[in-house]
């Protein structure tokens, strides 16, 4: 059974950093890549960034460069989010999900987690 759980979300002053966690189970992680969305209530989901499988090259939504980071340990499972520089605009319900591809995971993933919620005040 596989399995992504997110977690790390919380409220933060704009300007301030949070770093997500994802963990994955179930599954070969690095055969996958792996993508950051998020969504606010009422809006559709938005791509965030993610990393391709097995070389783990790196994409970001224009609106979320030079602030946010994505990294991976492959010994722990786990992809990260240094989010820097928070905005009020940020503020959403963040989550992880895997597929075979960069585009396969924006498209179609195979698995993605429940969510962690990311508030920041202004």
């Known amino acids: 059974e596989a399995q992504l759980v997110e977690s790390g979300g919380g409220l933060v002053q704009?300007?301030?950093?949070?770093?997500?966690?994802?963990?994955?189970?179930?599954?070969?992680?690095?055969?996958?890549?792996?993508?950051?969305?998020r969504q606010v209530a009422g809006k559709e989901r938005e791509g965030v960034s993610c990393l391709s499988a097995i070389d783990r090259d790196t994409d970001y939504a224009d609106a979320v460069k030079g602030r946010f980071t994505i990294s991976s340990d492959s010994a722990k499972n786990t992809v990260y989010l240094q989010m820097n520089n928070l905005k009020p605009e940020d503020t959403a319900v963040y989550y992880c999900a895997a597929g075979g591809s960069r585009v396969a995971v924006a498209t179609h993933p195979?698995?993605?987690?429940?969510?962690?919620?990311?508030?920041?005040?202004?």
């Open 14 to 37: 704009a300007g301030g950093s949070l770093t997500l966690s994802c963990v994955a189970s179930g599954f070969t992680f690095d055969d996958y890549a792996i993508g950051w969305f």
């Open 110 to 122: 195979d698995y993605w987690g429940q969510g962690t919620q990311v508030t920041v005040s202004s």
